[in-house]
């Protein structure tokens, strides 16, 4: 009896901000890895989700969204998105009905030159009609000639199984690349530091969510409870007296939404602490970026 060939690889999901690729990994993977909210910028990072069964192994990436970069922090969150242009097995890019065909066009023909299979998928067709959507897909094969088109509602978990299916055809045979009980390449303060961001991007308006990040000083775990002590840094001192509110309590109001996801995301009850700290124009410090694991040039 012959043995059962392994398949694994690499799925990168690209595409502009807001059209929903946290969303549609999070449905692909079958677990909240990605941070969702309604503001462009949300994801930062590129984020694995590995998926697992006996005989196959699907690394998927959450990449942020791509975007003409006006400081230092974007420009390693668009290096994220150009370096899974050069290694995938399969890249999915996700546009969506109410976008600019014309948004980023360099980021388009790059897309146009790679040599392994995209799925371009359209997402959000629950907010357009069948003559509108079947335009959209010939304008998009016009443009994407070698891309499988899927229309898609990652919302609504339209069509995401024809997705994953297609996914698992096209795993090329390798062995898998991570242990198989891992669920993503990421360590457990990250998704700490992401849950806290994404109630910041929730609770704050107009620049404040932009102008943060959170930074996980202590992470001590026991058999009950897991003690964290968590910075939010800000680079203005105004911001600061925004983020802590009248008497602290927008961060305590903040620190208690976090802290009920944190513990539902452990299974664990959660002892957070949270303190905020100004570091001038941090986005655009060499030292502080790569201290908080973005890729610079």
């Given at each position: 009896?012959?043995?059962?060939?392994?398949?694994?690889?690499?799925?990168?999901?690209?595409?502009?901000?807001?059209?929903?690729?946290?969303?549609?990994?999070?449905?692909?993977v079958?677990?909240?890895?990605?941070?969702?909210?309604?503001?462009?910028?949300?994801?930062r990072?590129r984020?694995?989700?590995?998926?697992?069964?006996?005989?196959?192994?699907?690394?998927?990436?959450?990449?942020?969204?791509?975007?003409?970069?006006?400081?230092?922090?974007?420009?390693?969150?668009l290096?994220?998105?150009?370096?899974a242009?050069?290694?995938?097995?399969?890249?999915?890019?996700?546009?969506?009905?109410?976008?600019?065909?014309?948004?980023?066009?360099?980021?388009?023909?790059?897309?146009?030159?790679?040599?392994?299979?995209?799925?371009?998928l359209?997402?959000?067709?629950?907010?357009?009609?069948?003559?509108?959507?079947?335009?959209?897909?010939?304008?998009?094969?016009?443009?994407?000639?070698?891309?499988?088109?899927?229309?898609?509602?990652?919302?609504?978990?339209?069509?995401?199984?024809?997705?994953?299916?297609?996914?698992?055809?096209?795993?090329?045979?390798?062995?898998?690349?991570?242990?198989?009980?891992?669920?993503?390449?990421?360590?457990?303060?990250?998704?700490?530091?992401?849950?806290?961001?994404?109630?910041?991007?929730?609770?704050?308006?107009?620049?404040?969510?932009?102008?943060?990040?959170?930074?996980?000083?202590?992470?001590?775990?026991?058999?009950?409870?897991?003690?964290?002590?968590?910075l939010?840094?800000?680079?203005?001192?105004?911001?600061?007296?925004?983020?802590?509110?009248?008497?602290?309590?927008?961060?305590?109001?903040?620190?208690?939404?976090?802290?009920?996801?944190?513990?539902?995301?452990?299974?664990?009850?959660?002892?957070?602490?949270?303190?905020?700290?100004?570091?001038?124009?941090?986005r655009?410090?060499?030292?502080?970026?790569k201290?908080?694991?973005?890729?610079?040039?």
């Open positions: 009896m012959t043995e059962k060939k392994h398949k694994s690889g690499f799925v990168n999901i690209v595409g502009n901000p807001n059209v929903g690729k946290s969303t549609l990994m999070n449905k692909l079958g677990e909240r890895i990605s941070i969702i909210t309604s503001k462009a910028q949300t994801t990072h984020i694995m989700g590995i998926v697992n069964t006996d005989d196959m192994q699907i690394v998927y990436s959450d990449t942020p969204g791509i975007l003409r970069p006006n400081y230092k922090l974007q420009e390693s969150m290096t994220f998105s150009t370096s242009l050069g290694d995938a097995d399969v890249l999915l890019y996700v546009t969506d009905v109410i976008e600019t065909m014309d948004k980023n066009e360099e980021f388009l023909t790059r897309v146009q030159k790679v040599d392994f299979p995209v799925l371009l359209i997402n959000k067709i629950d907010q357009t009609n069948q003559v509108d959507l079947e335009k959209l897909v010939s304008h998009w094969h016009s443009i994407l000639p070698n891309a499988e088109i899927i229309p898609i509602s990652a919302l609504n978990n339209f069509n995401i199984d024809r997705v994953k299916k297609r996914v698992e055809e096209l795993m090329p045979d390798s062995p898998p690349y991570f242990e198989k009980d891992a669920l993503t390449d990421k360590p457990a303060r990250f998704f700490v530091t992401e849950i806290i961001r994404e109630k910041i991007l929730l609770y704050y308006q107009k620049e404040i969510p932009y102008s943060v990040e959170v930074v996980v000083e202590l992470f001590k775990e026991d058999e009950k409870l897991i003690h964290i002590k968590a939010i840094i800000a680079e203005r001192d105004s911001q600061k007296g925004i983020l802590i509110g009248h008497k602290g309590a927008a961060l305590k109001k903040v620190g208690a939404m976090a802290r009920k996801d944190i513990e539902r995301f452990f299974g664990k009850k959660i002892f957070l602490e949270m303190f905020v700290k100004v570091e001038k124009d941090w655009n410090r060499d030292n502080l970026l201290s908080f694991g973005y890729q610079l040039d």
